[in-house]
Every structure is written in structure tokens, then in C-alpha cells.
């Protein structure tokens, strides 16, 4: 398994760029695992996907963000994650989802 290492200070300035990102937008996060089960999602997302409230968004997608993404989309947003999964794997793709674009981080 391969591992990333990221200095402390990258790691500070990674979470800062998050949370101004996650003010701004919808932002939604998935294990990568199979189907992406649901970690995490701003009050943004859930507006912008139609809910009102992230736990009426993760009930109806059935815990997994792999049903926010429109399958038409779901091809492209695999590849770019690309194929291996290992522990501190960062990765950002951008898709349309039933309503405006959907950032998944």
C-alpha cells in the first residue's frame, strides 16, 4: 500500500483552502471504496442538490456519493481518481449532478 506523507504545514494550509472552499460552495466527500460511501457534505451541497438538511441528502442517496454523480458522468469522474486507492489520496473532480456542478473533494 502506498502511503503519502504530507508535512504539517501543507496539511494546515490544505484544511484552510477547504474550509474557504466549503463557504463558497457545495463540497461532498467519499471513502474510496466501492460506490464511494458518504463522509462528509457542507449545508451547501444538500441546498444545492435540492434537501434541506446534509442528513435528508445522505438518506436519500442511501449513504453513498456515487448517487449524487449522473451516470452519463460517472465514467470520467473515475478516471479522474484514477485506479489506486491508498491511504491520505487526495483527489478533486468536478460533475454535473441533477443540479449545478457538484465538487467532490
Known amino acids: 500500500m502506498k502511503q503519502l506523507i504530507i508535512p504539517d504545514k501543507v496539511q494546515k494550509e490544505m484544511l484552510a483552502d477547504f474550509m474557504i472552499m466549503g463557504e463558497t460552495r457545495g463540497l461532498i466527500g467519499g471513502y474510496c471504496e466501492n460506490e464511494f460511501p458518504f463522509y462528509y457534505a457542507n449545508e451547501e451541497m444538500a441546498l444545492m442538490l435540492g434537501y434541506d438538511a446534509v442528513e435528508e441528502m445522505v ?26 486507492y491508498y491511504e491520505g489520496l487526495i483527489y478533486e473532480t468536478t460533475y454535473w449532478s441533477v443540479s449545478p456542478a457538484v465538487s467532490a473533494v
Open 59 to 84: 438518506e436519500a442517496i442511501d449513504g453513498k456519493v456515487i448517487n449524487t454523480i449522473h451516470p452519463d458522468d460517472r465514467e470520467q469522474v473515475l478516471k479522474d481518481i484514477g485506479g489506486e
